[in-house]
């Protein structure tokens, strides 16, 4: 189970920066870290890394608790359907179980109910306890060589997955050191630390405990700028390197649940290491790294120019996307954004700890681990 996946850096973008989460409740894990610091030989960065490239296990189980403080203004709320914006706040839960590449689990808790995702072989199933729903998908021939399909959104749900795409950031713009050593989960880990060059990146540091004998990530932290408390942090909080039970990824489907069935995808389509034809007019990249601004056309992506600054919508799209969140105000989630202009133009602008969004008069967004300053520079390209 190789935690250096080939990802590129922009896939690290969004869980790193809008949220990378997943869901329950619980005291905040940042507590775990009070252990008393153990006594390791030394490692360097390059060992630590060369640790996490060449690690193998046979199987993981464990509880991973998630964290995230983002400080996001309240106008999250007005977006319907919570399920996202109430990952981006508060603590989280989960159990997850590994049994190779073939076999997975993860089952993400709340107050409310649970959602699982179960991969067994070329068996995809997804069920949730509030609706007591399920979908069910034949895995095609192009889809069976990668890890099984996350529960939307998808988002890293253990530290290895984080660290996973993390470490795939790795450039000349990282500094690359050793941290503190730690107890996470019962076990004695290195600390590596991830910091980006440029100061305009949000993001202080990541920070990446890895067990001193399995080398495998068992938290994952990432620090903004001018803080010295994780904006966000997951970690296993119990963990078991045994392989867990075949029955584990078999989905007994409950009474009463109503079953859908789900045509397998065609290659290509949703892959979470997908990456669009770079001559995609949708969303290009502007700058490399941890400053990297994502630009995308508006009324693309919501089927026509989308309201900003309390003004009518020009066009409506005759067919939402299947994902839309349903009677979404959007006038008034944009109106309740701070208005913002300058030589690159006028529009609105959301701002947290680690991200930073622009919505221009004009109908475009840009959006980036970075400050409001390198949006700005990017709207006038």
Same mark, same amino acid.
Do not use: C
């Given at each position: 189970?190789?935690?250096?996946?080939?990802?590129?850096?922009?896939?690290?973008?969004?869980p790193a920066?809008? !949220?990378?989460?997943?869901?329950? %409740?619980? *005291?905040?894990? /940042?507590?775990? @870290?009070? =252990? &008393?610091? #153990? +006594? $390791?030989?030394?490692?360097t960065a390059?060992?630590?890394?060369?640790?996490?490239?060449?690690?193998?296990?046979?199987?993981?189980?464990?509880t991973?608790?998630?964290?995230?403080?983002?400080?996001?203004?309240?106008?999250?709320?007005?977006i319907?359907?919570?399920?996202l914006?109430?990952?981006?706040?508060?603590?989280?839960?989960?159990?997850?179980?590994?049994s190779?590449?073939?076999?997975q689990?993860?089952a993400?808790l709340?107050?409310?109910?649970?959602?699982?995702?179960?991969r067994?072989?070329?068996?995809?199933?997804?069920?949730?306890?509030?609706t007591?729903? !399920?979908?069910?998908?034949?895995? %095609?021939? *192009?889809e069976? /060589?990668?890890? @099984?399909? =996350? &529960?939307? #959104? +998808? $988002?890293?749900?253990?530290?290895?997955?984080?660290?996973?795409?993390?470490?795939?950031?790795?450039?000349?713009?990282?500094?690359?050191?050793?941290?503190?050593?730690?107890t996470?989960?019962?076990?004695?880990?290195?600390?590596?630390?991830?910091?980006?060059?440029d100061?305009?990146?949000?993001?202080?540091?990541?920070?990446?405990?890895?067990?001193?004998?399995?080398?495998?990530?068992?938290?994952?932290?990432v620090?903004?700028?001018?803080?010295?408390?994780p904006a966000?942090?997951?970690?296993?909080?119990?963990?078991?390197?045994?392989?867990?039970?075949?029955?584990?990824?078999?989905?007994?489907?409950?009474?009463?649940v109503?079953?859908?069935?789900?045509?397998? =995808?065609?290659p290509?389509?949703?892959?979470?290491?997908?990456?669009?034809?770079?001559?995609?007019?949708?969303?290009?990249?502007?700058?490399?790294g941890?400053?990297?601004?994502?630009?995308?056309?508006?009324?693309?992506a919501?089927?026509?120019?989308?309201?900003?600054?309390?003004?009518?919508?020009?066009?409506?799209?005759?067919?939402?996307?299947?994902?839309?969140?349903?009677?979404?105000d959007?006038?008034?989630?944009?109106?309740?954004l701070?208005?913002?202009?300058?030589?690159?133009?006028?529009?609105?602008?959301?701002?947290s700890?680690?991200?930073?969004?622009l919505?221009?008069?004009?109908?475009?967004?840009?959006?980036?681990?970075?400050?409001?300053?390198?949006l700005?520079?990017?709207?006038?390209?």
């Amino acid at each position: 189970m190789s935690v250096l996946r080939s990802r590129p850096v922009l896939r690290w973008l969004v869980p790193a920066t809008a !949220a990378v989460a997943v869901i329950g %409740g619980g *005291a905040a894990i /940042g507590t775990f @870290a009070a =252990e &008393a610091e #153990p +006594s $390791l030989p030394p490692r360097t960065a390059a060992q630590l890394l060369v640790d996490l490239q060449t690690s193998r296990l046979e199987g993981v189980s464990g509880t991973v608790v998630q964290r995230a403080d983002l400080g996001l203004p309240s106008l999250v709320g007005l977006i319907p359907g919570n399920d996202l914006t109430s990952m981006l706040t508060g603590t989280h839960t989960l159990r997850v179980w590994y049994s190779g590449p073939e076999r997975q689990r993860v089952a993400l808790l709340d107050t409310l109910g649970e959602q699982d995702v179960i991969r067994n072989g070329r068996d995809v199933w997804t069920w949730e306890s509030r609706t007591n729903t !399920a979908r069910h998908r034949t895995l %095609g021939d *192009a889809e069976t /060589g990668r890890a @099984a399909p =996350e &529960a939307r #959104p +998808s $988002l890293p749900a253990t530290p290895q997955q984080a660290a996973d795409l993390a470490l795939a950031a790795i450039d000349p713009s990282t500094q690359v050191s050793v941290g503190r050593s730690a107890t996470v989960a019962g076990q004695d880990a290195y600390e590596l630390v991830l910091q980006p060059r440029d100061e305009g990146s949000l993001v202080h540091q990541l920070r990446i405990a890895i067990d001193a004998k399995q080398h495998v990530p068992l938290r994952f932290e990432v620090l903004a700028k001018g803080s010295d408390q994780p904006a966000f942090e997951m970690a296993f909080t119990q963990i078991d390197y045994r392989r867990p039970a075949a029955d584990q990824f078999t989905f007994n489907p409950p009474p009463g649940v109503t079953v859908t069935e789900e045509k397998a =995808e065609r290659p290509g389509a949703g892959r979470p290491d997908h990456v669009e034809p770079a001559g995609d007019p949708q969303v290009r990249a502007v700058g490399t790294g941890w400053t990297t601004v994502l630009v995308a056309r508006l009324d693309e992506a919501m089927g026509g120019k989308p309201a900003v600054g309390g003004k009518p919508a020009d066009a409506k799209p005759a067919v939402p996307p299947a994902d839309a969140a349903p009677d979404m105000d959007l006038s008034k989630l944009l109106g309740g954004l701070a208005a913002v202009k300058g030589d690159w133009g006028s529009g609105r602008l959301l701002t947290s700890k680690l991200f930073s969004v622009l919505l221009t008069d004009d109908g475009r967004v840009l959006a980036g681990a970075v400050t409001p300053e390198r949006l700005y520079e990017a709207a006038r390209g």
